[in-house]
Every structure is written in C-alpha cells, then in structure tokens.
C-alpha cells in the first residue's frame, strides 16, 4: 500500500461521510469529495442517489473528466429547476463542498474576502446555495490544503453558510436542520463534535501530528480519539481509478503526495 | 396585438433606464446573450439586473450599466470567477442584493403570484440578512417560527432565449435543465424571448412537443429570431458553450483590462458581425454539448 496517495486516502475518507446516509442526494463538487460520494455508492451505501453533474441522476456514478456526453445512464431526473424542493428544502441531500474560508463554529464563506459588502478586497463566487443548504441538509467539506487562510481566526469574512454561532442566530428561527458533519483536508479528519459543536479533530492521516494540524488552523480545535486515518484498500482504489481514469485526483493536493508520508 | 415579433433593436428600445431586467439562463447556460449584445449596443444605463449570473452580468457591468446587481452567484463554470464582475465589484461601483439560489427563485414566485414576499428558514444564521436588509416575519400560527421575508423580485422586465416560439410566443423549451426561466417569464411586466428556431403556427409545426411549452404565451410580450443568440453560453441541445471565446473574454479582463477597448470584439456593431467574427452560426451550432 506504499503507493497509496494522498488524494487517495482523502476520498476514502470522503465516501465515509456518506456512510449509511440512506436514500439522500450525495453532493461532491470538486474531484475529491465527488469520488468520495461515488466511492460510497459503489460500496458500503448503494441507495445514495447522486446526478451526472448536470441534471440526471444516475445509479452509475459518472467518470470524472473528458468522457463522451451520452455515456451516462440516465435513472432519474433532478434539474436546478426542482432542486430546491425536491432535494435542498426536503433536507433529502447531504452536500460536500470547498469554501473559501471556516471558522470555529463552522461558519463558511465563499462570498468575498476582506474589504467591505459595498467593495470587497477579493469578488468570489457568491454565497451560491450555501445558505439553504446549511439551514436544511448535512453538509461537510474538504480542503486540499489546511492552512490558517482556510482556518481562519476570529469569524469567515462573510457568512455564507450556517454554523453554531450562537450569536448569528436570529431568535425564533429554526436550526434543527443546521447539520454540520465532516471537515476532511490534507492533514486529518474532524468533526462538530466538541464542547458546544467546536470543531474536534477525530483522525490525524499517517505521520501528521496533532501540534501539526493546530498549528495550520486559526482557532483551538479538541482532540477526538486521534486515531490514525485509514486507508483505502485494493477494492476502493480499484473503484477509484475507474471512476478517475485521467487520474484528476492526482492534480488535487500539491505535489500529489503519498498518504504514508516520507521521513 | 397577437403578432408579438420584433427585432432586437424594437425590443431594447421598449426597455428603459433604471428598469429592473430580469436575465434568463444560469451562469454560461441559457443566456439570451444576442438580446445582451442588444443592450449592450444601446445608451441604457442605471439597470437593476436579476440574474444566475454569467457573462451577461459581467458584460453589463464592464460596460457600466448597472446600477445594482441581484444575484446568487457570477460564475462561467470552468472559469469559476466572473472577471468582469468581480472588476466592478472590487472597484466598488455596484450596488448589490445578494441571496441564496434558492431565495432567489422564491422572490421571482413571489413577484410572479404578486405578494410582496414569501416566507424562508433560508438566509437565517447568515450574514445574508443584515447586508440585504432582509426582514422576518413570525409565523401566525402555534410554532411561532420566525422567518426570513425574502421580497418579490418583481421584473420590468425578462430577457429569455428559447429554442423554438411561433410568433404569437408559444414557445418551446428543450434543454436537459430549464433552470428558472418559466419564473422570470411570471416575475416579469414584460417578458422578451429570442429563439432558437421562429415558426409560423406552433400547432402546425411541432404539435407532438406542447409539452415544452415552459410558459403560455400571456406571458410573452414580444418574440424575435436569433439562431445562435445564445453565444458564448450554452443551448442545448442545439450547441455547447463557447470555452474559447470564454476564456479570451476572462483574459481581457486581465489585458487590457478596460471594456472600452475590446467592447468591440465581444459585442459588435450589429449582431451579424458578431457571428461573422466567430465564425458564423455553423461554427455555433458545431460547439459540443459540455460534460459535467
């Protein structure tokens, strides 16, 4: 398993947070977390529902890259035109994505940086559909590189996305949805499962130190059980590659490291 | 009048400044862009633009005609950032509502049903509220919860591009995703479409598809002709995106960074030359179908 990268140890990581999720749309926007989701479906939880990336939902995830436009096996039907309120607002979808920056409270931005509303520093996308994601269905996320810009102190720049800040929470609302699940990046996996929904480190990826992974983040995380992250074995890397022919993963994580770190 | 086709000149020339334009389509997918170039051709200024932004928005704001922006997000897919918009953003000379995807197909059925907001859980616990100015409302009923208002997006007016319509604006809408065209058509006093494909009498034509019919045609003001009008954006199933053109777009941006100077390259004199300058409509109808 000396070969094993770790984009590789990532996804299956990935497909872990879509464990037992049931008959729920799995959302992975990005290689990564999108062979996690199609990883899951292909092993331990095959009544996840998932689309082709643009509009059909598939019992096939579909290849990542250059692949020929009819090669999806259509089972379903899930345009942006119903995706509100079939998958998003029924709480029936469970969404992997990269923002821009988190906080403690597992606040997301993917909005701006820095700067004012009126003139950001930094444009970004928008909060897209961050906000009646967070507030209606699981959500977890992936960084490729766990850095403080990511993790950053203090508050996001913009508040795209729910979290448990207590004093973002306008009274009377209803956050029984608000679902924060699992943070996977470069170094480790956590969770929202410390004092209060703080974030809490739970696996540290081979040869990555608890001091290692504080030290990259903005804000005091809580050590889980700390074990260490697993590997993917022969059958998950197998599924993998077929669901990665030109091997896209390998572009994710700078320099495309081994998951066993070299010392 | 039963007639409803125009040119794209007559229809810009029903729009107004500071008219709030609602633009069909979502980021490079489905733009009515020949109806932008239009625009784009002529002296409006101050417009609100509502829109899943693309290079529409980007557009319009490099050449500053916009006075506000309502949006979830300006993106061209592969080029994730809009580098026009992010321009006039980062120059800070818009005005902005920003709002969630899924609030903002809401506050389009808001205006469409004419109330004056419908209520959401979307956008509480963010910062969308307090930037927006969003107000809640308290459910009157025993739970009490309290909800975001989010406020119709009422239109004066929709720019959509559809594949087919006869001229009395019975359209047809294929496409494997029609996003939320049918609601800007509602939100809208006045609902512009471009198409694909003009026929004389739908029922004649191409009765077997009624059933795309996305929108009836009391929704339809006026109706015009424009085969590739929506490049460098996608129509399927007619034609993919235009990456190229997309990216030769972003990096103006870059250099030489003024809209002023290449307006011209990516607008036209007239929407003839801007086909010619890409090759013609063959050369659209030949862009393949994107892979997601």
């Known amino acids: 398993m000396t070969d094993v990268t770790l984009a590789e140890l990532c996804i299956f990581a990935a497909s872990e947070a879509f464990r037992g999720n049931g008959e729920i749309v799995a959302t992975g926007v990005g290689p990564v977390p999108r062979l996690g989701a199609g990883l899951a479906k292909l092993t331990h939880t095959p009544e996840l529902m998932m689309t082709d990336g643009e509009c059909y939902l598939v019992e096939q995830p579909v290849p990542l890259g250059p692949r020929n436009y009819d090669d999806r096996k259509k089972a379903g039907y899930l345009p942006f035109s119903r995706f509100f309120d079939s998958a998003v607002w029924t709480g029936r979808r469970h969404a992997m994505v990269t923002p821009t920056q988190i906080d403690r409270f597992g606040q997301i931005n993917l909005s701006q940086l820095g700067g004012t509303h009126k003139q950001p520093k930094t444009q970004m996308l928008g909060v897209r559909g961050f906000p009646g994601n967070t507030i209606y269905h699981p959500n977890s996320f992936f960084f490729p590189s766990h850095t403080t810009r990511v993790f950053v102190e203090g508050e996001v720049d913009m508040v795209s996305g729910v979290g448990y800040n207590p004093a973002k929470r306008i009274a009377g609302g209803n956050y029984s949805g608000v679902a924060l699940k699992k943070i996977i990046t470069n170094l480790c996996v956590m969770d929202f499962g410390g004092t209060d ?18 030290a990259a983040t903005g804000f005091p995380l809580e050590k889980g059980d700390l074990v260490e992250t697993s590997l993917p074995d022969a059958d998950a890397l197998a599924i993998i590659a077929q669901l990665d022919p030109h091997n896209i993963r390998a572009s994710v994580i700078k320099d495309n490291p081994p998951a066993q770190r070299v010392s | 009048m ?17 008219m709030t334009i609602g633009i069909g389509g979502w980021g490079p997918r489905r733009k009515p862009m020949a109806l932008v170039r239009e625009l784009l051709r002529s002296n409006l200024k101050d417009l609100t633009i509502v829109a899943y932004g693309g290079a529409d928005v980007g557009m319009l704001c490099a050449a500053g005609k916009v006075k506000k922006v309502v949006f979830a997000f300006v993106s061209l897919d592969a080029i994730p950032l809009e580098p026009w918009f992010r321009k006039a953003r980062e120059a800070g000379q818009l005005e902005v509502l920003e709002v969630d995807e899924g609030m903002f197909q809401w506050g389009l059925k808001a205006a469409a049903f004419g109330l004056p907001f419908l209520p959401t859980r979307v956008g509480l616990g963010t910062d969308l509220a307090a930037l927006g100015g969003l107000k809640t409302v308290t459910s009157p009923y025993a739970d009490g919860e309290t909800l975001i208002a989010m406020p119709a997006l009422k239109l004066d007016a929709a720019l959509i591009h559809v594949n087919r319509s006869d001229w009395r604006g019975n359209v047809q809408v294929f496409g494997p995703d029609v996003y939320y065209d049918e609601w800007f058509a509602k939100a809208a006093a006045k609902t512009y479409v ?26 339809v003001t006026g109706v015009v002709e424009l085969s590739g009008g929506a490049h460098p954006s996608s129509m399927p199933p007619h034609y993919g995106w235009d990456m190229k053109a997309f990216k030769a777009y972003a990096d103006a941006a870059k250099d030489p960074g003024d809209w002023s100077a290449v307006a011209d390259r990516f607008v036209g004199a007239t929407e003839a030359d801007y086909l010619n300058s890409i090759g013609g409509k063959e050369a659209v109808a030949a862009l393949p179908l994107p892979i997601f």
């Open chain 1, 197 to 214: 929904n703080a974030v809490r480190v739970v696996s540290l990826h081979p040869g990555v130190t608890f001091q290692e992974v504080q």
């Open chain 2, 194 to 219: 471009s198409c694909e494909e003009l026929v004389d009498r739908m029922e004649d034509h191409y009765p077997d598809d009624a059933q795309f019919n996305l929108f009836e045609r009391c929704f």
């Open chain 2, 2 to 18: 039963l007639d409803k086709r125009m040119t794209a000149a007559d229809i810009v020339a029903q729009l107004s400044d500071g």
